[in-house]
């Protein structure tokens, strides 16, 4: 017998997708707005701009720390419905 949560239910490793998700669109957002400059011809951002495009980076580790929460979670509970 095995017991799934409810689709409304938070699991292990919800919270951390989500985060990354929206780091990660920051970030994605920072790269677009540093790489404007260099089509339109305009003063470069200075290098602390460059640092925000780390963001995604950031988030897609976050998220992937979250599918790996949720995969050992989900692998106990299995473990534990066969003992």
């Given at each position: 017998m095995t017991v799934t949560p409810h689709?409304?239910?938070a699991r292990p490793g919800d919270g951390l997708v989500k985060a990354g998700?929206?780091?990660f669109i920051a970030g994605a957002?920072?790269?677009l707005a540093t790489m404007a400059?260099?089509?339109l011809d305009i003063d470069?951002?200075?290098p602390y701009a460059w640092a925000v495009c780390m963001l995604m980076g950031v988030g897609f580790a976050l998220s992937?720390?979250?599918v790996l929460?949720?995969?050992s979670a989900q692998r106990?509970?299995?473990r534990a419905s066969q003992a």
């Open positions: 689709s409304d239910e998700g929206i780091v957002v920072a790269t400059p260099l089509f470069p951002f200075p992937a720390a979250g929460r949720s995969a106990r509970a299995a």
